[in-house]
């Protein structure tokens, strides 16, 4: 039998292998409530411009809030022959409350209906995410309030470079998230219009009232160009890339957790509900949930991808590519909500080898840049000798198997005669993260300062 939402035209029915390509309900279901939001707007917004009676616009509400009812406790019958959400929640309410429900498709199209259900879940996620990105920060600020003046290495190439405070690195990650933050916000911000009314693709003849719907489904301002909201998914776009973005954060700092819990470095210890084990090696501690943060920017980011690919060269104004916008962005999102709360958990319960730590920080000549700074400051050598003689000295600690505040005065005063016993000053590690007090640097004050900021910000 042809179909009761379009088969006016329509002598036979979809082959099977039609139907199974063309439905989307296995997985536009999930936005049942945003449809029937959308369309509760949309009817009160027909009833008030007197499109349509107040008697069918009562119907409707309350045959959508029946079939919402339905959908929320499992007792929805959702049907592939319908295709889509849109044709199953409509066909529902006219099972319910008879001629009425066939009223309200006037001005509008599955078009802007799925523009409008979409921008909707959207932002819903957008939201769930800037929230998700808050809690894994104060979890990073919890880590850096208390160890604010714990040293650790810090690394460029991977290699020791100089020794950084363990809450500096914290706050490293807060202040990427805050970035991630900003971004959502900045795409919501952007996206918060209304599509709904826009019909087809070229507007309606029914004088209906867009600010109004607009407002009712807590968008700014209704779109500007109907063809344009019709055929735009920039909205999905950007939360894709705003969460590959957060989501590559993410995967940084899951590497981070993957090389601090390895038995060559023991940073950090997650404790057993974080943990895995091996069914041979029974000494085996695994990371596999930073493992899995590391991986998920991989779908994440083809979500992007693949989402591009499928905008890429469609013609104005809807086509059906668009209908594979919604897993691509369902998974992704799915994937962040997963990686954030995975990530959350683990920071708040990782803790840090201090003893671990501070003898990593000292090792491999972390101190050399403190050395090369000591004698342009002490000496007035040009920063260039001083970097030599700074390398030379190492060479020469590197050949006995020491480190830096091993070799004695006399050997320094070999490479450079005007070295006194002052240096050593500037050979421990503390003292060298202690004196980079510059704005933003590691010294625990600076990063007590930087704490202090972002408590505020986060109320
Ligand atoms: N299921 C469709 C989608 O997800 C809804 C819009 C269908 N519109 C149409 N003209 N066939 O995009």
């Excluded at 069918?56 to 309350?62: G, L």
């Excluded at 810090?154 to 990650?173: E, I, K, N, R």
């Amino acid at each position: 039998t042809s179909n009761q939402m379009w088969g006016g035209r329509f002598a036979a029915g979809p082959d099977a292998i039609m139907e199974a390509i063309n439905a989307s309900i296995g997985f536009d279901q999930r936005m049942a409530a945003q449809d029937i939001a959308g369309s509760r707007a949309h009817a009160e917004m027909l009833a008030a411009t007197g499109i349509l009676s107040d008697s069918d616009a009562t119907a409707i509400r309350e045959g959508l809030l029946t079939v919402l009812s339905e959908i929320e406790t499992g007792n929805f019958h959702f049907s592939t022959a319908l295709e889509d959400i849109h044709m199953n929640v409509e066909a529902r309410l006219k099972e319910i409350i008879g001629e009425p429900a066939g009223r309200l498709h006037t001005a509008r199209s599955r078009n802007d209906q799925v523009a409008t259900d979409f921008r909707l879940w959207v932002r819903d996620q957008m939201d769930a995410a800037m929230a998700g990105i808050e809690a894994l920060q104060r979890g990073f600020l919890a880590q850096a309030e208390a160890g604010a003046d714990w040293v650790m290495p810090g690394f460029t190439h991977l290699q020791t470079a100089q020794p950084v405070t363990w809450g500096h690195h914290m706050m490293a990650y807060v202040e990427m998230l805050g970035r991630d933050h900003s971004r959502f916000a900045d795409a919501r911000a952007r996206m918060n219009e209304s599509p709904l009314g826009s019909a087809a693709l070229a507007g309606t003849g029914f004088p209906i009232d867009r600010e109004m719907t607009a407002h009712s489904l807590g968008f700014d301002r209704p779109t500007a160009n109907s063809l344009d909201a019709v055929s735009d998914r920039d909205f999905a776009l950007e939360y894709l890339s705003c969460a590959s973005i957060c989501a590559m954060h993410l995967s940084r700092f899951a590497e981070e957790l993957v090389i601090w819990s390895s038995a060559q470095f023991r940073f950090v210890r997650m404790p057993d509900k974080w943990s895995t084990g091996s069914s041979i090696m029974p000494q085996k501690r695994n990371p596999d949930a930073a493992e899995l943060i590391r991986a998920k920017i991989g779908r994440i980011f083809g979500a992007n991808v693949a989402l591009m690919m499928v905008m890429k060269g469609l013609p104005l104004a809807y086509s059906k590519d668009m209908q594979e916008d919604k897993e691509q962005v369902f998974d992704a999102a799915d994937n962040l909500m997963l990686a954030l709360a995975a990530m959350t958990g683990m920071v708040g319960d990782m803790t840090a080898n201090r003893p671990a730590m501070a003898a990593a920080a000292g090792a491999g000549f972390s101190t050399a840049t403190d050395l090369a700074d000591w004698l342009v400051r002490a000496l007035g050598l040009p920063f260039r000798e001083a970097h030599h003689v700074t390398g030379t000295l190492v060479g020469m600690a590197e050949a006995r198997g020491c480190d830096l505040p091993d070799l004695a005065l006399e050997d320094m005063q070999s490479v450079h005669a005007g070295i006194t016993a002052d240096v050593f000053g500037v050979l421990g590690v503390e003292n060298s993260v202690a004196s980079r007090m510059s704005y933003g640097g590691t010294a625990p004050a600076q990063v007590r300062a930087q704490v202090a900021r972002w408590k505020d910000r986060l109320g």
